[in-house]
């Protein structure tokens, strides 16, 4: 059976479980939600970030990898009451804090685990171990027709959960994940430049394909460039992870920005040094911007608010057809979400190059 449920970003998708996280603990809804989507998509990185961000234990739990007494617990014999009774499993929260049960590969599972799991969704409980108040039940898994191993849900499991059908976005994943997860800047660059190669994994299906392009795989890639200098044994690497065909067209923009950005040495040089520093192509003013926002602390945000406010009227880029005042206003847009997240938005207000640059937008009729 499809999904029949609304197509969301994964940023979508933790704002509607963000505003059930407000309603259970205000009392107004206690829900459990499902989450569909393609194996890669961000499901996980969704249910951690909502850990994260509410403040709550994540406990998760694996449905392909238990059996369904292993959400019963262990029988034991009181021999005073002379009644068999259960110790309660670890893997169900008992904790007067927030927490999360996140059961992934709910569709994946034995179809023989499903009743065990209809009370944990809707009564909340597994036999007589009751989840306290403050848990909130999040599940995951990929459909049928993904590809993946899936059965269909029955309804008797359906109807227990709120369901969202979790679709990869380059622009949410790139603003949402990319920069507070730290992703190399060329990958993040890549993916700005060729959005369409963020998910593909229908197109591989259809081309009978093993390998597909996924948010999971492109943050790989990105550990990889962190992680393997060798050009040569990296691009093996990351063909096995998103292709050969995608691979090699990433090794072309990761040459042409590792000749020409340098970020380092920018955050280091005075502003009348920088001005030859700059990259004179797309892809290298893309990763420039990430790069930038991705590196910057609290003792270099002076010099990163210059870079970004000098990027906007710099002749030599206007000179090769750059659009360097739209980047400098998106740059702009991550480095002040950055600051404000660390609490550092006070060096905006002290910058005298972001004071010229506002001015100049004002002046310009631009908010």
Not at 266 to 271: G, I, N
Not at 355 to 362: G, L, M, S
Request: hydrophobic residues 45%.
């Amino acid at each position: 059976m499809s999904v029949n449920a609304t197509t969301v970003s994964a940023g979508e998708a933790l704002g509607v479980l963000m505003a059930g996280w407000a309603a259970q603990k205000a009392g107004n809804l206690t829900a459990s939600w499902m989450l569909h989507g393609r194996p890669g998509v961000g499901k996980t990185e969704v249910v951690q970030s909502l850990a994260h961000k509410i403040g709550a234990e994540l406990y998760d739990l694996r449905l392909t990898t238990i059996e369904p007494q292993d959400l019963r617990g262990l029988p034991y014999f009181d021999h005073a009451r002379a009644k068999t009774v259960w110790y309660r499993p670890e893997d169900l929260p008992d904790t007067d804090a927030p927490a999360i049960l996140f059961l992934d590969e709910l569709t994946a599972a034995a179809p023989a685990l499903q009743p065990t799991v209809y009370g944990l969704l809707q009564e909340r409980r597994v036999g007589r171990h009751r989840l306290p108040a403050n848990v909130m039940i999040v599940a995951a898994g990929n459909r049928v027709e993904d590809g993946a191993i899936a059965y269909d849900m029955g309804t008797a499991l359906s109807d227990r959960l709120i369901h969202m059908i979790v679709q990869a976005s380059a622009d949410d994943w790139l603003t949402q994940y990319a920069v507070p997860a730290g992703i190399h800047p060329t990958v993040a660059a890549f993916i700005r430049t060729r959005p369409d190669l963020l998910e593909t994994t229908e197109a591989s299906l259809r081309r009978g394909q093993m390998i597909a392009c996924t948010p999971r795989s492109w943050t790989r890639v990105s550990q990889i460039m962190f992680s393997v200098p060798d050009r040569a044994l990296r691009q093996v690497m990351i063909a096995g992870t998103v292709g050969t065909a995608p691979a090699a067209e990433f090794a072309l923009l990761a040459d042409e920005i590792a000749a020409t950005v340098n970020i380092d040495q920018m955050l280091a040089s005075t502003r009348a040094e920088r001005q030859d520093l700059y990259p004179t192509s797309l892809h290298g003013l893309t990763a420039l911007v990430y790069g930038l926002v991705g590196a910057v602390r609290q003792d270099t945000l002076p010099a990163a608010i210059e870079i970004l406010a000098d990027m906007r009227g710099l002749a030599r880029l206007s000179q090769h057809g750059l659009p360097g005042s739209e980047l400098a206003s998106f740059g702009f847009e991550l480095l002040i979400a950055r600051a404000l997240e660390n609490g550092w938005q006070e060096a905006f207000a002290h910058s005298d190059a972001y004071a010229a640059y506002a001015a100049e937008r004002r002046a310009a009729g631009l908010p």
